[in-house]
């Protein structure tokens, strides 16, 4: 079909500034150490130690998630679902949701074949403005005609529509020296599809949307997502069902996301070591809370008398927040439930 060949080209002629790195250190998900062996999400399961939780070693501890498809009815069953996580669909849509910059991609030319890189426009030095249309289910993006990528974007999507939307590595700012230090990324999501210019009727009502001033000159994109693919922590790309991307809904805390990561980042630095020794058991060199949602939230920590290897932390909470007060609420509690440990044993 035509947007099975378009799909296979986006992906692998997108440069997302990963760190030039050759030789990827060792991590771990869930706070046991595996390695990666290259950039493209391929690991060695012969490194994993008995129990890991990982699906291709542990398929028990998988939990089967259910999407109600908006269209048809119809329930999507077949995506696995780390326990502790939101679903796959879910964790996409909402990496969407709570950025408002994206890395858009356009093609210059017709490409020759899947090798698409001198056929592609993408430069992530030079984020375009973005955001979700609720209503239509559309990703929508601001072209600023004084800026020259963005112009270069609104005269390529204008030729050939086809385009690519990633977002996830360039929010929140603060965060991203700390991914590249040790070569890698944020989870990453890219949507596929057609990028057309939004009717002018939506003008208003996608200006508000996207907080554009009335001053700013330039024009609303926006795509129907035709494919959508998910890139984790340790790289590993998923391909996410359209309609379940479409009917996922956005987290309660999705919008302030950013806001609760500063917070745990500043104000709560000192406790996040603890966190991890005391309820994981791992005591870290230093900590850094990462991704939150209803169910829990995430800390990336450089593990303790190791040279440079550093593991994703997951906490689940025992109930699902409904509101930033009792995410925080939460959080006072875990502290609370902290062993009184000399401060050397961290």
Same mark, same amino acid.
């Given at each position: ?11 692998? #002629? ?41 699906? #291709? ?28 996580? =939101? ?69 390529? #999507? ?74 984790? =922590? ?76 550093? #593991? ?35």
């Amino acid at each position: 079909s035509r947007m099975s060949w378009r799909r296979s080209l986006l992906p692998a #002629a997108i440069n997302l500034s990963r760190s030039p790195c050759p030789h990827l250190p060792a991590f771990s998900h869930h706070g046991r150490p595996h390695r990666m062996i290259d950039i493209f999400g391929r690991r060695s399961l012969s490194e994993l130690p008995p129990g890991t939780t990982i699906t #291709a070693a542990n398929p028990q501890n998988v939990v089967r998630g259910k999407m109600m498809d908006v269209q048809g009815g119809q329930m999507s069953e077949d995506e696995e679902v780390v326990e502790g996580h =939101l679903h796959i669909a879910e964790r996409a849509k909402n990496l969407v949701a709570s950025n408002a910059r994206f890395q858009l991609a356009t093609y210059t030319g017709v490409p020759d074949g899947p090798d698409a890189k001198d056929s592609v426009f993408s430069d992530p030095r030079a984020p375009v403005l973005g955001g979700i249309h609720q209503l239509s289910g559309r990703i929508v993006v601001f072209l600023d005609r004084n800026k020259q990528s963005d112009s270069k974007h609104a005269k390529n #999507a204008s030729k050939i529509s086809f385009s690519s939307i990633s977002t996830g590595h360039i929010d929140p700012p603060p965060l991203i020296p700390i991914f590249t230090r040790v070569g890698l990324l944020p989870p990453v999501v890219r949507v596929l599809g057609d990028l057309e210019l939004a009717p002018e009727n939506y003008t208003e009502e996608l200006r508000q949307l996207l907080s554009i001033k009335d001053n700013q000159e330039g024009d609303f994109f926006w795509m129907e997502p035709g494919g959508v693919f998910h890139e984790d =922590l340790f790289e590993k790309r998923r391909e996410v069902k359209v309609r379940d991307f479409r009917s996922a809904k956005e987290d309660v805390l999705c919008k302030v996301k950013h806001d609760i990561v500063h917070a745990m980042n500043t104000e709560q630095l000192d406790w996040l070591p603890r966190f991890v020794a005391n309820y994981k058991g791992h005591p870290l060199n230093e900590g850094f809370f990462y991704d939150v949602d209803r169910k829990g939230f995430s800390v990336f920590g450089w593990q303790k008398d190791t040279e440079n290897l550093w #593991a994703e932390y997951r906490f689940e909470f025992t109930g699902e927040v409904e509101d930033t007060e009792t995410f925080f609420q939460n959080m006072e509690m875990l502290k609370s439930g902290i062993k009184a440990v000399p401060d050397a044993q961290y």
